[in-house]
């Protein structure tokens, strides 16, 4: 054979392979595009295990959802703090006792009253932050009272409320 005719047998067995090739590279393609959606899919259940398994992540995690569902009982419970104080202010006790948590009726009217007694004149609050745990609130607040036509200001008070079991309502933590 001369070296012209060999060149094209080698060139034509080249060829045929390339073809080969082709074929098995398009046939294996979607056995690999498949074997990489698997891989895929594990690999992302294996971090979600891993995210449910450690906790300091399962607590950022609680933390970021109660951001979420929570802001309505924040904003409950800061009603609840409101009304409790301009009853104060406005001397209007019985609106102010309602909102006091008072389990099985244990303190009346007259108790909150005489408790009452001897506390100065309430002018302002200013509501700064409010937290909740479960079925605790505290409430932090900036007040103002007059005493002898002075006024002082207290800073950062912190209001304690539990949430009624009877009316699933935040109530002021007023005697415990």
């Known amino acids: 054979m001369n070296q012209r005719s060999l060149l094209k047998t080698s060139f034509k ?3 045929s392979d390339k073809h080969k090739l082709a074929k098995i590279r398009f ?3 979607p056995v690999l595009s498949l074997f990489c959606v698997v891989l895929i899919i594990l690999s992302l259940l294996s971090f979600c295990l891993f995210l449910t398994s450690c ?3 399962r607590t950022l995690k609680d933390n970021i959802l109660n951001k979420f569902t929570n802001s309505k009982e924040e904003e409950r419970a800061v009603k609840v703090v409101e009304n409790f104080f301009n009853a104060l ?3 209007n006790y019985e609106v102010a006792f309602q909102n006091i948590y008072n389990p099985e009726g244990k303190k009346s009217l007259d108790d909150f009253k005489n408790e009452l007694a001897s506390m100065t004149d309430i002018v302002s609050i200013d509501i700064n ?3 909740i745990r479960n079925n605790v609130a505290v409430v932090g607040i900036d007040l103002i009272d007059t005493y002898d036509n002075e ?3 207290y800073k ?3 209001v304690s409320l539990l949430k009624d079991k009877e009316d699933n309502a935040w109530k002021i933590n007023f005697w415990n």
């Open 13 to 15: 067995a080249l060829s």
């Open 27 to 29: 046939k294996t393609c």
């Open 55 to 57: 906790t300091q992540l």
């Open 89 to 91: 202010v406005g001397k």
């Open 129 to 131: 932050w409010v937290e």
């Open 151 to 153: 006024e002082k200001m």
């Open 156 to 158: 950062d008070i912190r």
